[in-house]
């Protein structure tokens, strides 16, 4: 029955154990990550674009490789989660469907442009070091596919993250007009890169259920306040000022106070009136129907092996 059902699934969840695509599920649950999930990978596809925009403008062939690499596992990273999110019954035509139609969401921080190349190192720091503090605790996600993709991705990102410390470093012990280049692209970068964890915990109409269900693990505050510890020595160690004159440690906490955020700007970028919500979406579109012919190429190759009339 329904309701037995229920129970074993509330079991395997009491008990840390994985969900996988053939077991029972709630439709919420179920409807949740896909929708998690889908968004999920469309962050890491329009991700893309932001960086792929300087790969023929790196400073360096090392850079220009670093660069492609990063760029590249970005697009494994969409596929891997496309894929997973097939095993809970949506197609990835109906996924890029909701993309393409703007109906579905991706990571606000893709709506800001990157117009130096100080970005490359402002993302890699700021954006995939708030992507590895939310994403490490999604390894342990109740629903199987989606735990172990968020593994290989951490290792990734984690990578991804070094990378961008690095160009940060590089231009923090250049010349003077370097340094300014780092810490101006920091002072554009920092604050919606607190805002990639998440509405607060009181506006987040998700976390509860989620955090319940165990898919996620710890709420949007909890993060952004782990984030915030992290990238503060980060800070000091590269010599760049975080644009917060809030941020100061709290002996009694034993955590760093941060200001407030520009929720309003948040939900702006939500709505689509972010700097480049039109460009990228402009741009994913152009990109898939130039990509038409792939399709029907790889379509017609699989017709050709399904009617086993290989040459
Ligand atoms: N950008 C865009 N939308 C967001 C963001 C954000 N930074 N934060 C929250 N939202 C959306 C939620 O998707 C939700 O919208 P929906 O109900 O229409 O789907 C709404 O705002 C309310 O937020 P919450 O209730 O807090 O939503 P949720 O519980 O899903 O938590 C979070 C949001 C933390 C982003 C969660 O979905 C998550 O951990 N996702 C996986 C990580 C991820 O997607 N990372 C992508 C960026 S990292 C990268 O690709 C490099």
Redesign the pocket.
Known sequence: SEASKLAAFDALIAENQRIEPSDWMPEAYRKTLV??MS??AH??II?MQPEGNWITRAPSLKRKAILMAKVQDEAGHGLYLYSATETLGITRDEMLDQLHTGKA?????FNYLAPSWADMGSIGWL??GA?IA??VP?CRASYGPYGRAMVRICKEESFHQRQGFEILLALMNGTEAQQRMAQESVDRWYAPAL?????PDAE????QQ?MAWKI?RFS?DDLRQRFVDMIVPQAEFLGVTLPDPDLRWNEDRGHYDFGELDWDEFYAV?RGSGQANALRLAKRRAAHDEGAWVREAARAYAERAASSERL
């Open positions: 929708r998690q968004q999920h962050s890491e991700g969401k991706y990571s606000s921080i954006v995939d992507a939310n994403q999604l805002m990639m964890f998440g509405p987040s109409p998700n976390s989620s996620k949007n939500l």
